[in-house]
């Protein structure tokens, strides 16, 4: 099953999460193979980085709740908020794929 994950950083959170991005982006590596699509969430002006959104297929709820719990930004207490929520794509991608750098 495909989770998503709505993570909303904390106020002012940016410089932290610049700072513990390479870990964050190795950990996203290692689930390489399971990621659905995953990126940052940004503000209006397309640059600031302000949360993550992550697709990624787990076994379990469980599972991704245990992953989420060891993320590198969740470590750091970067979150405000976070959700998961089960997701099933019902719409073949037309916009927005590949991943652009």
């Known amino acids: 099953m495909i989770y998503v994950f709505t993570l909303i950083d904390k106020p002012d959170g940016l410089p932290l999460r610049l700072r513990v991005r390479?870990?964050?982006?190795?950990?996203?590596a290692?689930?390489?193979?399971?990621?659905?699509?995953?990126?940052?969430?940004?503000?209006?002006?397309?640059?600031?980085?302000?949360?993550?959104?992550?697709?990624?297929?787990?076994?379990?709820?469980?599972?991704?709740?245990?992953?989420?719990?060891?993320?590198?930004f969740t470590q750091a207490g970067l979150y405000a908020s976070t959700s998961i929520h089960a997701f099933v794509n019902l719409w073949p991608q037309k916009t927005g794929f590949p991943a652009v750098a």
């Not at 390479?22 to 996203?28: G, T």
């Not at 990126?39 to 992953?67: C, Y």
Request: aromatic share 8%; charged share 20%; no cysteine.
């Open 22 to 28: 390479p870990e964050h982006k190795a950990y996203l």
């Open 30 to 72: 290692a689930m390489a193979d399971s990621i659905a699509f995953a990126g940052p969430l940004v503000a209006d002006d397309g640059q600031t980085m302000t949360g993550s959104l992550l697709a990624i297929d787990f076994e379990s709820r469980d599972a991704a709740h245990a992953w989420l719990a060891n993320e590198p």
